[in-house]
């Protein structure tokens, strides 16, 4: 059964045709066409998510660990707007997602109609194209464009750069009016897989340059991975001249890489610092959390090198020199064997810090007060071997930057626009396509903004929550923070008394909490233990994590 | 203490001078040169909501119920997009919002900062206006723009069209340094009462027009109301050859109107329907909820006037002939002492009718089974006088139209956009303004939808919550269906189990439940007799709500 639209027919034969596969849907009636459409067809695993920021949020979680174009339809109206947040959160993060709204004929919009609104073009700001279909197929042209425009659509999702488009279906009435199958077999154009190389000069070349500088750091930011990225770089961190810094939503751990970027650079004298500034930055993936880094490379002794292909011309250091539009395992591999290293003590030097700034952080965590520092060291060391992890937004995500990470673990972050408002939901998504255990830590606030996450079919046993709740946005207390604390807990951190129980048991989701360290590491037995999704909340001190924090730096710094 | 940057200091002066008095921010960093300029300043009531969406509603709900302009504050990135959906309804409800953004600087856009998206024009779809402020004043023409268009933006709020405008502000860092009072006193750019009228000439052509119609429907949609408009109103409404039709969302309730469209347009034969079917239509206000007045005002016989000062051309009946962009209250008054009304039983038929009917609603109320229809009727019999309603989109506001409203009362709803997602929050901002009572009449998927609406300072005791619970998307059953049960249940009701009891629980709601008429009047007398904000959670049959409407029609057509 099928809308006897022909548009209708045409997207959705498309979209399996192309490998779309999730299909979350909306609630309403301007998109019936597209629930009577997909609700039996078997091509698809097709979904209802009442809250539309939740859901879109969810079709980012589907689409990121999937690494495939989601689906997601809804009804015209506010509905599409609600969207929004997590369609500029894929724009940025990089995420396949294939938006598409219902709406009522142009004609019709601003006459005064119910749950419309001038919707052409209303995602421009954060997608990579947006369409409007034609209604009325009465020139053969005008079938031409459609199908035309509902291949490049999907492709746009994935090539060259992942990211969010928007297709704007205008339907007229009747909408449930339905035919057994297509009329007509849409046109699917194929689109051809191609490989893209460098000339074999520019090699040479690049491989010249780096062979002449000192001090290399590749540095990787958030990264959709390929696993043999991973081996590959490890060659390179092996060179005397080279030092790879990676994040934790780099995807790439390795004892041979530092992976705790903020722990190296804040505990260092300014002599050191001005050694680990590099000559030449390579970077790779995108956002990067950490600021000090960002701080550090931005001088003008730093030349930048950007490898992979870039939908925005994004000079974060402000020192960007050349542009190497190619995939990244491909750049390391190519250079790799045509590079001849300098002597240099680059390497050898950082590694060694690294090894002792290590140490100091497990000694320093070991005796630390019970804060969020030593909850995420704790949460980090019984998250299950193979897992998946999503980290909040905010100062989760800093923390967890801190300590060495379990190599087999994969952390994932709505760091594209780093906004509180759909971690749950994400991790919702994330969790129902990988097959292990997702786990998430988040703050309170991003978790209690995000209280409709679990009002869906989405939600599997393989998610694990970790809220930890230090009574409002501690970001506040560890960043420049305003002048006055009324202020601060006003306007900024949000102070509350408010935990995660009410929701828990509203969905009926195991909860435990714990506010010392021995609970702590009760509940996280429990925790992962237990068969269900379910939450572990754990409530730190306001008032003394900032201290902490200041005290584990300056406990390395003192010591190494 | 004010921020240490002009635009900030200019902005916070302006919005004192031109009268606004109510300010929402939203936490975050890069909008702290905002929160701690408003945190001490004794000239506003500023209180920080964290979920974005529902700060955005909530600021509606102030704007709608004070008539006066709100501003509501933002950091950068997905939080602003978060407002969207109550912009959205601002627009289409004509309520003045000052939309203030703050944002990186725009050097840095796309430059993989955190909390950075484009945010120029990004509400373009659904502003009267949308500014960017300069951040850098290195030259005095920039002061001259930045005073006038904020001059411009805070009056076009309100004239010529109440609606929302969107100022960004780029702020570079420091965001956190201040002074002791504003540099210098911005330039207030004052705007100058006018009276708008009609040519003597037009008036008389106007009256002529009228009084040569046999037939003439005035019919008010969502209107600003003011008081005098009503005895106009009801003038013109003992003319022979003249109904009104009003909707709950109009503000003007009288006996001699016909205030119950559907209740009247579903209960007529054929025959009737043509008389009822006007010469001429004479609109004020905006959107209407009846579809059955849209399609019998569709029709060639008709000719519509508009009455108002319109932002947009809403040619709402296809039949648009006169735009009268003055007043209503003036036009009915100017054009009323002139006429010269004909013979005409237009008025006297339709009257009686409508008395009749309103016998047989009660008369089939009585005796009707529990349902959606019973308990709209009983809530609003119980809603204490001269308090205001808030509806709840979808059936609730249908089912408010089938019963005569009390006079005292007043009734807004989200009718602009229509959308299910800000209702409560509108709600907690309405009742925060308004001196007496607010009820909140809203559906189960609406008031869910809208979860974090309790999560802020403005809740109050004088917020009375009505939830009719039918187990999904009511209005799903009533209207042109989807064709497969299953279907139905999946992605139009979204049936599910859940109530508002969780909710209640968390922010210390009292909470009342009933699932039957004697448990109902009980639970009324509970929630108007409780001291806090209260919620009172009717459930009704799912499957047998839209057979009762059904019979309710029958009913009063058959024995009319």
Not at 66 to 79: E, H, M, R
Not at 369 to 381: G, I, M, N, R, Y
Not at 490 to 507: I, M
Not at 510 to 519: G, L, P, Q, T, V
């Amino acid at each position: 059964m099928i809308s006897d639209k022909r548009a209708i027919q045409d997207i959705t034969q498309l979209l399996y045709a192309k490998g779309v596969y999730h299909v979350i849907i909306t609630p309403g009636s301007r998109n019936a066409p597209f629930s009577i459409s997909f609700f039996e067809n078997r091509n698809f695993d097709v979904h209802s998510v009442v809250d539309e920021r939740s859901a879109a949020f969810i079709a980012l979680g589907l689409a990121q660990q999937s690494d495939k174009p989601v689906a997601l339809i809804c009804t015209s109206g506010t509905a599409a707007l609600n969207f929004s947040p997590a369609i500029a959160e894929a724009y940025y993060q990089e995420i396949p997602l294939i938006v598409i709204t219902a709406d009522r004929p142009m004609e019709w919009v601003d006459q005064g109609e119910g749950q419309t609104i001038n919707q052409s073009g209303v995602f421009r700001n954060f997608v990579r194209s947006s369409y409007d279909i034609i209604q009325d197929l009465n020139d053969k042209d005008f079938e031409w464009y459609n199908a035309r425009v509902m291949n490049e659509a999907i492709d746009k999702a994935m090539h060259p750069v992942r990211g969010p488009i928007h297709l704007n279906f205008p339907l007229r009435e009747s909408l449930y009016k339905t035919i057994d199958a297509p009329l007509e077999e849409v046109k699917v154009i194929e689109r051809v897989e191609r490989s893209i190389q460098l000339e074999p000069e520019t090699v040479k070349e690049l491989a010249r340059e780096i062979s002449l500088k000192k001090k290399v750091m590749i540095l990787v930011g958030q990264f959709h991975t390929e696993h043999y990225t991973l081996s590959k770089l490890e060659e390179w961190a092996k060179l005397p001249n080279v030092v790879v810094f990676t994040e934790s939503h780099s995807g790439l751990e390795s004892p041979l890489f530092v992976g705790c970027i903020d722990r190296m650079i804040m505990t260092v004298t300014q002599e050191q610092l001005e050694f680990i500034r590099p000559d030449l930055v390579i970077g790779i993936g995108k956002n990067i959390i950490s600021r000090k880094i960002k701080g550090l490379l931005r001088s003008n002794r730093v030349e930048h090198w950007y490898v992979g292909e870039d939908a925005l011309l994004m000079d974060t250091f402000q020192r960007l020199k050349k542009i190497v539009p190619v995939a990244a395992d491909y750049f390391f591999e190519a250079i790799g064997s045509q590079l001849c290293v300098p002597d240099s003590d680059y390497n050898r030097t950082i590694m060694a810090w690294n090894a002792t700034k290590q140490q100091l952080a497990i000694q320093y965590a070991e005796h630390a007060k019970f804060s969020d520092l030593t909850v995420c060291k704790e949460v980090l060391k019984a998250i299950p071997d193979n897992s998946r992890v999503q980290m909040g937004n905010s100062s989760i995500a800093r923390y967890i930057q801190l300590f060495d990470r379990n190599s087999s673990l994969r952390f994932s972050g709505n760091r594209g626009v780093s906004g509180i408002d759909g971690c749950t939901s994400t991790a919702v998504g994330a969790a129902y396509v990988y097959e292990g255990l997702t786990t998430l830590i988040t703050g309170d606030l991003s978790f209690l903004y995000d209280s409709n996450a679990f009002w869906n079919e989405f939600v599997t046993d393989r998610l694990k929550i970790i809220i930890v709740n230090n009574g409002g946005g501690g970001i506040f207390r560890i960043i420049e923070g305003p002048p006055s604390t009324q202020a601060l807990e006003k306007f900024f951190e949000t102070s509350h008394q408010r935990n995660g129980s009410y929701l828990a048991q509203e969905f009926k989701l195991a909860y435990f909490s714990a506010s010392n360290e021995e609970d702590l590491k009760i509940g996280l037995d429990k925790l992962f233990a237990s068969l269900g999704c379910s939450i572990l909340e754990v409530f730190t001190p306001r008032m003394a994590n900032d201290e902490v924090l200041r005290d584990f730096f300056d406990f390395i710094k003192e010591n190494s």
